[in-house]
């Protein structure tokens, strides 16, 4: 009866995937790589255990710090967005519960994240390390502060919404590397629309560009000893 009512849970389990899958490419996510990882990613395993079983559904969830967990779609849009190559070294600003971080790992061949609260950072290094990836390193800093020893960057994700680009960010770009950031409207420059944004180093300078429309909640300096 117990392997009945497991195989009968596994089976569900499969079952949310599968349609987890579909949804994402009825909505326009094409990239092969990139829904297999979003399928093969335990998406449980990183929200609070009391939100598992709507782990499977296109919905942002709550997790520590008073932050949240983007909703899947939202993260395939980002990621198909940043135009990843299997040898791409990424820096990630805002680790959060680390789901993307960890579909980051499948993508790219080195990711490097930064997270301000230090219960967050820890966590989602715990959760990494449960899954054998070994590709990630997940660091409790400020993530404008990037020292010119970390080298520099093909990809560059800042999960937050910001002003001006900062230049140890831009800086950290490599020639013809891309830089995806989120960006608020407000009274200092009403032209902005609220969306993501990229940033793109040319051999003349950097293009900024609108990506698609999405709300961020402000990013904010400095590291948090509280959490």
Do not use: C, K
């Amino acid at each position: 009866m117990q392997r009945h009512e497991q195989s009968q849970e596994q089976s569900a389990a499969d079952q949310q995937r599968m349609a987890f899958v579909l949804s994402l490419r009825e909505r326009g996510i094409a990239d092969v790589a990139l829904l297999r990882a979003m399928e093969t990613i335990p998406r449980e395993i990183f929200v609070p255990h009391h939100f598992g079983d709507l782990a499977w559904r296109d919905i942002a969830l709550p997790i520590a710090g008073g932050q949240t967990m983007p909703r899947p779609f939202a993260v395939a849009q980002v990621m198909a967005a940043l135009e990843l190559e299997p040898h791409h070294r990424v820096l990630e600003i805002g680790a959060g519960s680390g789901y993307a971080t960890a579909i980051l790992s499948r993508l790219a061949a080195e990711v490097h994240s930064v997270e301000r609260f230090r219960s967050l950072a820890y966590s989602a290094q715990s959760r990494l390390e449960s899954l054998n990836i070994a590709n990630v390193t997940i660091r409790w800093s400020d993530g404008f502060e990037i020292s010119s020893d970390a080298g520099v960057f093909d990809r560059i994700l800042v999960d937050a919404a910001i002003g001006e680009v900062p230049r140890s960010l831009s800086a950290a770009l490599r020639p013809g590397g891309l830089m995806l950031f989120g960006r608020r409207q407000d009274e200092t420059h009403p032209e902005w629309s609220a969306g993501l944004y990229s940033l793109r180093r040319t051999p003349t300078g950097y293009a900024e560009d609108f990506v698609l429309g999405a709300h961020y909640t402000p990013a904010i300096p400095g590291r948090s000893s509280d959490l």
